[in-house]
């Protein structure tokens, strides 16, 4: 029988992350301690939420230094831990320059540094992997392949290159290598939660989260003239959190988990805010032209090859597994979106 002392410390990589944030304190809500590793102790504003959390709650929680690039900086603190979640990895839409260095070093690296702490430690008994569904679908070049034209945790991503989609490929390449170590070894078990686009209020006032600065250039008038007609699986960080727990501590949660609450679409953000707040955001109120769509695509992070395959074309995801194994019951994306607009304001953030 599969069990979990739960009184042993919880090993939560990334921990001051907008996603992780959210696994930790459900974490330190139920009592656990939390050892989260965050890059530098010294950004003590990066972390000070957690603190609160846990001051405020039954659980504890102490901050680790961990950068996944330096060897063995996870060794130490996942001694004695049963459940090490690992989410450390960039999330980088826009901006990326050099895709080896910003995210398939990390992200791959990253993943392989630590589950040799894993290895190290002996104590540990399940490892969660925050994956994504970009480790499932790239792009529509994907779709071609599935016959019933909706993706389930059977399949990968195998459309995207450091070149084309260089954030999917990270993902895709840090999942397939935690598989390869899972099973090269029977001390531990893997379990993957594979989210949509992650959306929600944050715990913290940080803003260079892609999921939280779409949203605000949404709230400040960036996408009034139209947003290109892009379709994708998205969900509550909420729910996103509450699978890690889940597949954390769930004796029969095996396997890759796709965590998405129902399609999402950009336009779909921009009329979920105007029901809630009409009139109060310059929002777009259309769907761009695909030759349009060419020059707006670059700001969302998108690139002409992706737009070229993807703009204006439906994708599904089946989240059966996640409802039945996980017990996952998902928050509405209009409610999402429009409980993170309520975060922004309330933190004067917008
Ligand atoms: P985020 O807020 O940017 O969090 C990323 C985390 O990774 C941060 O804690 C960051 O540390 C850490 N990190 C990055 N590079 C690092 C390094 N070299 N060493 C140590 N830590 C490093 O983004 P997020 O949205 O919460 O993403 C968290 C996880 O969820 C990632 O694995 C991402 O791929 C996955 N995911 C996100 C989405 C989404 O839509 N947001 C969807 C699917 C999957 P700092 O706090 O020091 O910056």
Redesign the pocket.
């Known amino acids: 029988m599969f069990t979990i002392d739960k009184t042993k410390p919880v090993l939560v ?8 944030s959210w696994i930790v304190k459900q974490l330190l809500d139920q009592g656990y301690t939390v050892r989260g ?4 102790l010294e ?1 003590k504003d ?1 972390y000070r939420h957690l603190e609160r959390a846990a001051a405020a709650g039954p659980g504890s929680f102490q901050p680790v230094a ?4 330096v060897k063995g900086a996870f060794d130490a603190a996942a001694q004695g831990c049963e459940v090490v979640i690992h ?5 980088l839409g826009v901006g990326v320059e050099d895709p080896q260095r910003q995210l398939i070093e ?1 992200a791959l690296a ?1 993943t392989l540094n630590v589950l040799d702490a894993v290895q190290k430690a002996g104590s540990v008994k399940k490892v969660v992997l ?5 480790a499932i679908c790239g792009d529509n070049a994907d779709l071609q392949r599935i016959p019933q034209g909706i993706f389930t945790e059977a399949d990968w991503n195998e459309s995207s290159s450091a070149r084309h989609q260089p954030y999917p490929y990270s ?1 895709t390449l840090a999942e397939r290598a935690a598989w390869t170590v899972a099973q090269g070894q029977d001390r531990w078990r893997l379990v993957t939660i594979n ?4 959306m929600g209020p944050s715990l913290s006032p ?1 803003v ?4 939280i600065a779409t949203l605000r250039d949404f709230l400040r008038g960036r996408f009034a003239w139209g947003v290109p007609a892009l379709a994708f699986g998205a969900v509550d960080v909420r729910d996103v959190a509450a699978a890690h727990l889940a597949a954390a501590f769930r004796a029969d949660a095996e396997g890759r988990h796709i965590v998405v609450s129902e399609g999402g679409s950009l336009l779909g953000i921009a009329q979920a805010i105007e029901q809630r707040f009409p009139g109060r955001y310059k929002l777009p109120r259309r769907t761009l032209p695909k030759a349009l769509a060419y020059v707006a695509g670059p700001g969302f992070g998108l690139s002409w090859r992706f737009i070229a395959r993807n703009i204006g074309l439906p994708v599904a995801f089946d989240n059966t597994k996640s409802q039945t194994r996980l017990g996952l019951r998902y928050l509405p994306f209009a409610q999402t979106i429009q409980d993170h607009v309520e975060q922004l304001l309330a933190d004067g953030l917008v």
């Open positions: 990589t990334g921990a001051s992350g907008y996603v992780a590793t965050v890059r530098s950004a990066r961990a950068d996944l690039l989410t450390a990895s960039p999330f990390p990253g925050t994956s994504s569904i970009a993902k989210p949509g686009f992650v940080r260079d989260s892609t999921s």
